[in-house]
């Protein structure tokens, strides 16, 4: 199921060549915010950019050589699921960006740079996210595809 909370046309016009933009963390939600993602950048025939932050909630979690391990799984499981989407899209202009605790953040340094940023359903909310996406002027699209009871 996706919700679009922010409608796009009424958001401001868009610099030429604005990504889809999904934060990676290697939680269930977002491996489900990356699969819409891709759906959507290749719909919107946009580029894709995949923030991943999940080196942040690893080092809240692990010492510094299990770190290095998670990160370098994590790397490798998105690489397949990026190369798997290339495969059935071979125009989909995808990358990884790394280097950005948050979505808030990236979107915050890179205003201009995302016309949609998928969410996934356990995202956290903040107040630094909601200031990034209005300055932004970027659609949001949150999913779950997780049946609820």
């Known amino acids: 199921m996706t919700d679009t909370l922010i409608d796009p046309a009424s958001t401001p016009a868009l610099t030429a060549g604005a990504a889809v933009v999904v934060e990676a963390d290697g939680r269930t939600a977002s491996n489900d915010a990356l699969h819409i993602a891709i759906d959507e950048a290749v719909r919107r025939g946009a580029p894709l950019r995949v923030l ?28 397949r699921r990026l190369n798997r989407a290339l495969k059935r899209s071979p125009d989909l202009d995808a990358r990884s960006i790394d280097g950005y605790d948050s979505v808030a953040e990236y979107l915050t340094a890179h205003p201009e740079s995302a016309q949609v940023l998928v969410l996934g359903a356990d995202q956290q909310d903040s107040d630094g996210l ?20």
């Open 52 to 79: 991943t932050t999940w080196g942040a909630r690893h080092r809240e979690m692990y010492d510094a050589t299990a770190v290095a391990e998670r990160d370098r799984l994590s790397a490798a499981q998105l690489e």
């Open 130 to 149: 909601q200031t990034a996406v209005a300055r932004s002027g970027c659609a949001v699209l949150t999913c779950d595809r997780r049946p609820r009871l």
